[in-house]
């Protein structure tokens, strides 16, 4: 893993407009779906982002490849000649990232407030997506073939028909499928195998980076520890840097490097695998380790039970947004919001009174996690 930053997320936010109809006239609310987030994926590096449903995990996800716009915020691409901000871009840096893509535009002033139209589709091969259900993301009317290769063709990476015709062979052998079937439509395979081909088309393009959004939460357990062994392979030989979005904690543990735990759109903690499983600093990433299963039939299992619901990201309560239900809330928590603050090195969280817990858990490393 290489300790060259990637992607830099600063104050990131994603708000979407709720409209009441009335009697009289509508109103309009804001639901912050992402509030200020920040921080780094590097390299080489997978980055792992944990939650309840409805957190903000797919929604940052989706803000850093410009599938939906962010409201707000930085997302800073380190290129090898430059850098770019994939959340706004225009004037000096419109020019600057022109250079950087080697891109070719149309003679004349080129008016984008953000990286949008033309420019967007030709970046979007440095970025890439694996979906959550490998059957709904595969057009059945295509051959395998053609869905490999179809971000090259759209994209602009290649247009010759052998280039991308090798191209599609070498990342299918690297994703463990057969030349056989490239011939074949989705319907012919099963789960693990459809997710070997959103996974083969994703980095088809060979991109930088790839968010992997709950992309093994469909399959089962013998199938999903293939597709980490799959990801963490293709890392090594291609030096690719994900963001990992899941709910299971032990599929996480297995494939991160770093960890964010989000709730109710903010970082209450990130940190490095170790540290974050089996020294918790924050009470809401406590319960959710405390609630993971473990594959020791001898180990106790004593989940903490949080009382009450996830808050309603519209109305949001003040001060620190857990402290409804936190065992451990004092008067402050609720006036005041926590600072982020880095509490041990590369361990950074949002708690009042982190340094008064002591969360330590049994080492029981997971096999195979990366280094």
């Given at each position: 893993?290489?300790?060259?930053?990637?992607?830099?997320?600063?104050?990131?936010?994603?708000?979407?407009?709720?409209?009441?109809?009335?009697?009289?006239?509508?109103?309009?609310?804001?639901?912050?779906?992402?509030?200020?987030?920040s921080?780094?994926?590097?390299?080489?590096?997978?980055?792992?982002?944990?939650?309840?449903?409805?957190?903000?995990?797919?929604?940052i996800?989706?803000?850093?490849?410009?599938?939906?716009?962010?409201?707000?915020?930085?997302?800073?691409?380190?290129?090898?000649?430059?850098?770019?901000?994939?959340?706004?871009?225009?004037?000096?840096?419109?020019?600057?990232?022109?250079?950087?893509?080697?891109?070719?535009?149309?003679?004349?002033?080129?008016?984008?407030s953000?990286?949008?139209?033309?420019?967007?589709?030709?970046?979007?091969?440095?970025?890439?997506?694996?979906?959550?259900?490998?059957?709904?993301?595969?057009?059945?009317?295509?051959?395998?073939?053609?869905?490999?290769?179809?971000?090259?063709?759209?994209?602009?990476?290649?247009?010759?028909?052998?280039?991308?015709?090798?191209?599609?062979?070498?990342?299918a052998?690297?994703?463990?499928?057969?030349?056989?079937?490239?011939?074949?439509?989705?319907?012919?395979?099963?789960?693990?195998?459809?997710?070997?081909?959103?996974?083969?088309?994703?980095l088809?393009?060979?991109?930088?980076?790839?968010?992997?959004?709950?992309?093994?939460?469909?399959?089962?357990?013998?199938?999903?520890?293939?597709?980490?062994?799959?990801?963490?392979?293709?890392?090594?030989?291609?030096?690719?840097?994900?963001?990992?979005?899941?709910?299971?904690?032990?599929?996480?543990?297995?494939?991160?490097?770093?960890?964010?735990?989000?709730?109710?759109?903010?970082?209450?903690?990130?940190?490095?695998?170790?540290?974050?499983?089996?020294?918790?600093?924050?009470?809401?990433?406590?319960?959710?380790?405390?609630?993971?299963p473990?594959?020791?039939?001898?180990?106790?299992?004593?989940?903490?039970?949080?009382?009450?619901?996830?808050?309603?990201?519209l109305?949001?309560?003040?001060?620190?947004?857990?402290?409804?239900?936190?065992?451990?809330?004092?008067?402050?928590?609720?006036?005041?919001?926590?600072?982020?603050?880095?509490?041990?090195?590369?361990?950074?969280?949002?708690?009042?009174?982190?340094?008064?817990?002591?969360?330590?858990?049994?080492?029981r490393?997971?096999?195979?996690?990366?280094?």
């Amino acid at each position: 893993m290489s300790g060259e930053t990637l992607i830099e997320v600063r104050g990131l936010e994603v708000r979407f407009p709720i409209v009441k109809k009335g009697l009289l006239r509508n109103e309009t609310t804001e639901l912050r779906a992402v509030d200020g987030v920040s921080f780094d994926i590097r390299r080489g590096e997978t980055v792992g982002l944990v939650g309840e449903s409805g957190s903000g995990k797919t929604t940052i996800g989706r803000a850093i490849l410009r599938a939906i716009d962010p409201t707000a915020g930085q997302v800073i691409y380190h290129g090898d000649e430059g850098d770019v901000d994939v959340a706004h871009l225009e004037g000096d840096e419109l020019r600057k990232f022109r250079r950087h893509m080697q891109m070719v535009f149309k003679e004349g002033p080129v008016e984008l407030s953000s990286l949008a139209g033309e420019a967007l589709r030709l970046f979007r091969p440095r970025m890439s997506l694996v979906f959550q259900d490998p059957y709904s993301s595969l057009n059945p009317r295509m051959t395998v073939r053609d869905i490999i290769a179809e971000p090259l063709i759209a994209g602009g990476v290649m247009r010759d028909r052998a280039a991308i015709d090798a191209r599609v062979r070498e990342i299918a052998a690297r994703c463990k499928l057969n030349l056989e079937h490239l011939r074949r439509f989705p319907h012919a395979f099963s789960g693990g195998q459809r997710q070997r081909i959103c996974i083969a088309r994703a980095l088809a393009a060979r991109p930088d980076f790839v968010v992997c959004d709950e992309s093994v939460s469909a399959l089962d357990v013998s199938i999903q520890a293939e597709i980490v062994n799959l990801l963490k392979d293709l890392q090594a030989e291609m030096g690719v840097s994900f963001l990992f979005i899941a709910h299971d904690l032990s599929v996480v543990a297995q494939i991160s490097h770093r960890v964010g735990v989000l709730y109710v759109g903010k970082f209450v903690e990130y940190a490095p695998t170790d540290a974050l499983f089996f020294n918790p600093r924050h009470p809401y990433t406590h319960a959710l380790l405390s609630a993971a299963p473990q594959a020791d039939p001898d180990a106790e299992f004593d989940p903490i039970r949080l009382e009450g619901e996830i808050p309603n990201p519209l109305a949001a309560p003040p001060g620190c947004r857990f402290h409804t239900r936190c065992p451990h809330a004092r008067p402050r928590c609720a006036l005041e919001e926590p600072e982020w603050r880095e509490v041990a090195p590369q361990h950074h969280v949002a708690c009042h009174y982190a340094e008064d817990f002591d969360f330590t858990r049994p080492r029981r490393a997971p096999q195979g996690r990366p280094a």
